[in-house]
């Protein structure tokens, strides 16, 4: 796979995400169920100057697709919780990842589902402007170039420029007459990649999910039953269910009939499982505090895929002998540090922390005040074990150390991305590239900036291991309890309280003692009356 640089754009996301490329995953070979032929569609037999042409031919026959979509968080990028009434999306929520899209749409709207956004005067009106390739080719050539607000390359272009390396023009017609249906390659092109880089932001979702084995995921494996995302987030109208924003926590309903709107969420454990899913009825009675997610998803990260789960951005700048901006890999090749982005902490195989969790999740949004004398909270899992909403799931918790200002008392959005002088990238100067920033938000600027120990969470629910490997009863009750400083919960061999345990063998031994003197005083007794 070659992978293109775009100026700019290394100095924000990884290699890796700067294809953002539907090429990037193989295309998985597949029978066709289709009962048309696109190929065969006059309006698609013809060369195609721009993505927008092609989505005006879908359009022809295709017509309320673009209106459906329009309506989605896919194409608004927003979501309004109704539990918090916090408005959340990319716009609006910070990370401690990339930090913020506002002020770096141009190269962040790669992995839009549209053409053209790279500043506020986008228009979300047009339907011309909504993406039908970016979910739907099935040729694995599709791609979108860095830096354009999500366009396709439509002929010949160096990049980065004066680099020598030329990045080929996609063949929209081509793709256009093979458009399927979505699969793990098309969602994973943008999902598997968030964060910027391969498997970077979720940690149970990167490039080795294209085609696993049962042991990475028993439900995608390959060669067993090959789901692919939509099997499980079943879209209706180009809705897709399953919002990281609002996700359904508990699911107590049961089963539920494919096919039949309901308003519930597809993509929980019970909808396809029930339940009672267990042979064992005390192991169906964990599942009234605990997700299954706790249980079958042992680990994370297990695909060969390092996540990130840490990100210093206030080590940045660093500059090696000769000159030029430092890079440090660790022995398996990883970068650990980047003088554009500060220093990272990179794991595999990472046992989860958990969580009581309703479905509720609050932010910390760019206009709250915070406490930079304790961590700050991205978002806060809402919940707790007597809420009767709540289960134990499990987490990856990012930790991030980012800019704020310190004046303000507010985490605020720096420019990273970009080629000019404001970019973090190119001056290292974080007051100018937060100005920048700051300047699409509308909000006050005190011109100064600070760091800030942030933490991250996401819920983990991919990467279901086969039952053979799910956990055992020693992995919570044992010693070395996994859910260890969980509140509401005793563990037998783990809650342990000595001076408890004292008292009660104590106790104990003081009762074996007297029904041994009992015992011994009634066989004495019973031998003199004789």
């Keep these: 796979m070659a992978i293109q640089h775009s100026r700019g754009y290394a100095g924000l996301l990884s290699a890796a995400v700067m294809t953002v490329a539907m090429a990037i995953l193989p295309a998985q070979a597949r029978a066709s169920t289709s009962t048309a032929d696109h190929g065969t569609f006059k309006e698609l037999q013809q060369p195609f100057d721009s ?182 987030h079943q879209a209706s109208g180009h809705r897709v269910p399953g919002s990281r924003y609002a996700p359904t926590a508990k699911d107590d309903q049961g089963k539920l009939m494919r096919g039949k709107e309901s308003g519930r969420n597809p993509a929980t454990c019970q909808s396809c499982h ?26 994370y990260a297990r695909g060969g895929v390092p996540t990130k789960m840490g990100w210093d951005w206030s080590t940045g700048g660093q500059k090696g002998p000769d000159g030029k901006p430092l890079i440090k890999k660790d022995a398996k090749g990883h970068v650990i540090y980047d003088a554009r982005k500060g220093d990272f902490i990179l794991a595999e195989n990472v046992v989860p922390e958990y969580k009581w969790f309703n479905g509720t999740v609050s932010y910390t949004l760019l206009n709250a005040k915070i406490d930079n004398s304790k961590v700050v909270p991205i978002n806060a899992f809402q919940g707790g074990p007597d809420d009767g909403k709540s289960l134990i799931w499990p987490v990856k918790v990012m930790r991030g150390k980012q800019p704020y200002d310190p004046v303000n008392m507010t985490l605020v959005k720096p420019h990273t991305a970009g080629d000019d002088s404001t970019a973090y990238w190119k001056n290292f100067g974080w007051e100018k590239a937060v100005a920048a920033g700051m300047s699409d938000t509308g909000l006050p600027f005190s011109g100064k900036v600070d760091f800030v120990e942030t933490e991250m969470a996401w819920p983990i629910t991919h990467m279901v291991a086969p039952k053979d490997q799910s956990l055992g009863c020693v992995d919570c009750h044992g010693a070395e309890s996994r859910l260890a400083g969980l509140p509401g919960i005793y563990m037998p061999s783990h809650s342990v309280n000595r001076l408890l345990d004292t008292a009660g063998w104590g106790l104990a031994a003081l009762c074996l003692v007297g029904v041994i003197g009992h015992g011994g005083i009634r066989i004495l007794s019973a031998r003199k009356g004789q």
Excluded at 95 to 102: G, Q, Y
Excluded at 164 to 171: A, E, L, Q
Aim: aromatic share 6%.
């Design 51 to 232: 993505g927008p042409a092609v989505t005006q031919a879908c359009l022809k026959c295709h017509t309320e697709a673009a209106h459906q979509v329009m309506k989605t968080p896919h194409w608004t990028w927003e979501f309004l919780n109704p539990a918090t009434n916090q408005k959340l999306g990319k716009q609006h929520v910070l990370n401690n990842f990339c930090i913020s899209v506002e002020s770096n749409y141009a190269f962040c709207t790669t992995c839009h589902a549209g053409y053209g956004w790279k500043d506020n005067s986008f228009d979300f009106t047009r339907q011309e402007n909504v993406d039908c390739l970016v979910c739907h080719d099935t040729t694995g050539k599709y791609r979108k170039q860095p830096g354009t607000g999500g366009l396709p390359p439509v002929k010949a272009i160096e990049s980065p420029p004066g680099s020598g390396k030329i990045v080929k023009p996609v063949d929209l017609m081509r793709v256009a007459q093979n458009v399927g249906k979505t699969s793990r390659d098309t969602c994973g092109a943008c999902h598997f990649f968030g964060g910027g880089g391969d498997g970077v932001k979720h940690g149970d979702m990167d490039s080795s999910l294209a085609a696993p084995e049962a042991e990475l995921d028993i439900h995608m494996d390959a060669t067993g039953l090959d789901f692919s995302c939509a099997t499980c």
């Design 274 to 299: 029930g339940l009672d899913s267990h042979q064992s009825s005390r192991l169906n009675s964990h599942a009234d505090k605990i997700a299954c997610q706790t249980c079958h998803i042992p680990k």
